[in-house]
């Protein structure tokens, strides 16, 4: 069995997955974060400390140094490998919001084929016209691949015209389909909320961050060494990392966080609604009856 808990950034997944893990040992945790893999970087992703987990094992954090790009690939690859370790009776339970980690474990998702060569190219033309230049490249040869990705996403506009010059195909096609799935290779759950009640949530949780100490960890991770791009990138670090080079105040930075997040969040929200695969429940402890009673099955 393999359980799935997605839904938007800040909804309480990661709650209610400790809570769950607690009540029933034999579920295993595993996240779905594409920014959860970097080491360092813990406010920022809401990843669990050691207090949090209290014993709890919380795996697919911490595989890569922020230095490092991370891939889809990378993530199924690990997923496979931390899967097949589990101690027999054991269950794991993927809990996350990023949608292609999602379906590289639930999906038996096509990675694209990679090319330095046309990547380095794309790159360089970025850097003369810009993203936005090169997100309506994309719009004309993808359109769906672009309504799901920001303007300014460098890293992913790359990728996806990287993946149609080597292919021929839209890069949309790799993922999944809008009105056709498959049958899971496991359970999904979904935990949602009233968007206004998120939208506060996430403006309080970006002011708590901060005053737990992001911005020091992100004056860490710029002395560590470089960064790769989708660690630079990363919503609210990209935004302190400016701070911390004295591009902008902190007092700009914080709003342009919350709406990047509360953007993010209506976008996670989109993916995983045209899933008809996905349970979805408002209240978590109905949900997490529902995951029990799914496991003493």
């Known amino acids: 069995m393999r359980i799935g808990l997605v839904g938007a950034t ?10 769950l893990a607690r009540a ?12 959860a893999v970097y080491r360092g970087m813990n406010l920022g992703t ?21 230095g490092q790009e991370f891939s889809v690939a990378d993530y199924q690859r690990a997923a496979e490998a931390e899967e097949s370790a589990l101690a027999p009776g054991q269950v794991p339970l993927y809990v996350g919001g990023t949608g292609l980690y999602v379906s590289a474990v639930f999906d038996r998702l096509a ?4 090319d330095p060569d046309v990547r380095a190219s794309i790159e360089a033309e970025l850097g003369v016209v810009g993203p936005a230049a090169m997100h309506r490249r994309l719009l004309k040869l993808d359109p769906l691949a672009a309504s799901r990705m920001e303007q300014g ?3 992913r506009i ?28 496991g359970r999904l759950f979904g935990l949602q909320m009233d968007f206004e009640l998120l939208d506060q949530r996430i403006a309080a ?3 708590e961050l901060i005053e737990l100490g992001w911005l020091d960890e992100c004056e860490r991770l710029l002395a560590a060494g470089p960064l790769s791009r989708t660690a630079s990138q990363a919503i609210g670090y990209h935004e302190l990392f400016s701070v911390l080079r004295g591009e902008i105040e902190l007092a700009e930075a914080v709003p342009v966080i919350v709406r990047r997040t509360r953007r993010l969040a209506r976008r996670q929200r989109s993916w995983f ?25």
């Open 24 to 35: 029933d040992p034999r579920l295993a945790l595993f996240s779905c974060d594409s920014m």
């Open 205 to 207: 949780r970006v002011s």
């Open 10 to 19: 800040g909804v309480g997944k990661t709650g209610l997955a400790l809570e």
């Open 153 to 155: 996403n460098a890293r």
């Open 46 to 66: 809401a990843k669990p400390g050691p207090e949090e987990l209290g014993g709890i094992s919380y795996h697919l954090i911490d595989l890569a140094d922020p």
């Open 273 to 297: 609604r045209r899933d008809p695969r996905i349970a979805w429940r408002e209240d978590p402890a109905e949900l997490g009856s529902d995951l029990l009673e799914l496991l003493r099955a």
């Open 111 to 114: 990675i694209p084929p990679s």
């Open 158 to 185: 790359v990728r996806a015209l990287e993946v149609i010059a080597i292919t021929g195909r839209p890069f949309s096609s790799f993922g999944p389909g809008l009105s056709s799935y498959s049958e899971p290779r």
